[in-house]
């Protein structure tokens, strides 16, 4: 895939609205017939870790990303529901800047040590309760975003829309369906995209960026996780971030999401066929 597909977390803090994934997903049958079939032992690679040692300043950061197990956790939720024709590594390392991506040249996904104090800076000057849990969150849905990426580029996988909606599509998918816990990690990220956007200038943004604005993302999380539980999680439609007539549409735009994706990934699911266990 080209190397537009990087996804730069850094300025993660700019996004256009979600696209649904419902006519990506019915293309997957046509494209099937018309492109290569896919290999019978294809499947068979892995969803690595690395970590390389922090520079100065950013040993902190480093130990909280390794006793909080968040790359692990991620890597053995998609190692157990994805096969994958090329490896993907998760690497975390220290960077220039506070920022996260998947690279398709290497396969694999980098996590700078910057970008995790950066979350947990942003929590913690906010005064936000709970910080580290908050951060640990955080940090949980940038690896599925990335994930994401590495699934449609690895796999080639047909969407709609933009690349960075479809990957806050797919991170909101997995999140929520962890139940109770994956849905506060969603929420703890759209608060993050909630004080980003509140500490932008309006007139800042560059609304022809790939990333949708920070205030749509965080609408984009608060909907899908209410549209998900609407009778449990009413104080969601706080009418700032979420509003009534927004929230009206929520379920039917989670319910289109949630199919999407399953129907985009059952090839690609461990346990689906293809000849791959």
């Known amino acids: 895939m080209a190397s537009s597909f990087r996804c730069l977390l850094a300025l993660r803090r700019r996004v256009p609205r979600a696209v649904a994934l419902v006519a990506a997903a019915a293309t997957v049958g046509v494209m099937a017939a018309c492109a290569p079939g896919t290999p019978a032992a294809a499947g068979s690679a892995v969803w690595g870790i690395s970590y390389e040692a922090p520079k100065r300043g950013s040993a902190a950061d480093a130990e909280f990303l390794r006793t909080r197990r968040v790359l692990e956790e991620v890597r053995s939720a998609l190692a157990g529901q994805y096969r994958l024709p090329d490896g993907v590594t998760m690497t975390a390392k220290s ?3 506070a920022e996260a991506e998947y690279d398709p040249e290497t396969g ?7 970008f995790v104090g950066e979350m947990r800076d942003l ?22 975003h990335e994930g994401a990426h590495a699934l449609i580029d690895k796999w080639e996988l047909p969407f709609v829309g933009q690349e960075e909606d479809v990957a806050d599509q797919f991170a909101a998918y997995q999140l929520i369906r962890q139940g109770a ?5 969603l929420a703890a990220m759209a608060d993050i995209y909630h004080l980003y956007a509140e500490d932008s200038d309006p007139q800042d943004i560059d609304f022809s960026d790939e990333h949708s604005p920070d205030a749509a993302r965080a609408a984009n999380y608060r909907c899908w ?24 549409g929520c379920e039917e735009e989670w319910e289109a999401l949630r ?11 461990k346990g689906s066929g293809n000849g791959v266990p």
């Open 259 to 269: 199919r999407g994706w399953e129907h985009l990934l059952k090839p690609h699911r």
């Open 123 to 144: 929590l913690r000057d906010a005064g936000r309760p709970d910080p580290g849990e908050r951060a640990e969150g955080a940090l949980r849905e940038t690896l599925y």
């Open 181 to 185: 816990r994956g849905q506060r990690q």
């Open 225 to 248: 996780l209410y549209g998900a539980r609407p009778k449990a999680d009413e104080r969601l439609v706080d009418g700032t971030v979420l509003t009534r007539d927004r929230s009206e």
């Open 108 to 114: 694999r996904i980098v996590v700078c040590y910057e």
């Open 95 to 97: 960077c220039k800047d």
